[in-house]
């Protein structure tokens, strides 16, 4: 986790991390992360964005286990988002990696 001051002046807060499969904290700081569903996880902020911050994610780890994961972000609000990993047909745990970022 990160805070920096931007152009304006503003407060603005870089939280990332690696997730592994299943749910452990592989790198980063200022979040809990838990399973909530099969593929599907919640990234709680240990402080809250000021509003709905930018989050991204991708999928992470061997080709052969990933060529054909995807990650999609199915909510998000100022102290969590909900990440799910997911084969082409269903829900399926998978490590990935996300960055969330906004002001606080």
């Not at 904290?25 to 979040?31: M, N, P």
């Not at 964005?49 to 991708?58: E, K, R, V």
């Not at 799910?84 to 990935?96: H, K, L, W, Y």
Request: net charge negative; aromatic share 14%.
């Amino acid at each position: 986790m990160a805070i920096f001051k931007d152009s304006a002046g503003k407060a603005t807060q870089h939280v990332y991390g690696v997730i592994s499969q299943d749910a452990k904290i592989l790198s980063g700081e200022g979040f809990q992360v838990r399973k909530i569903w099969q593929g599907t996880y919640i990234i709680e902020f240990d402080q809250p964005f000021a509003d709905t911050p930018a989050a991204i994610c991708t999928i992470y780890g061997n080709e052969w286990h990933t060529f054909d994961k995807s990650v999609a972000i199915v909510e998000a609000d100022s102290r969590y988002f909900v990440p799910v990993t997911s084969s082409m047909d269903r829900p399926e745990d998978c490590a990935f990696t996300f960055i969330a970022f906004g002001h606080i």
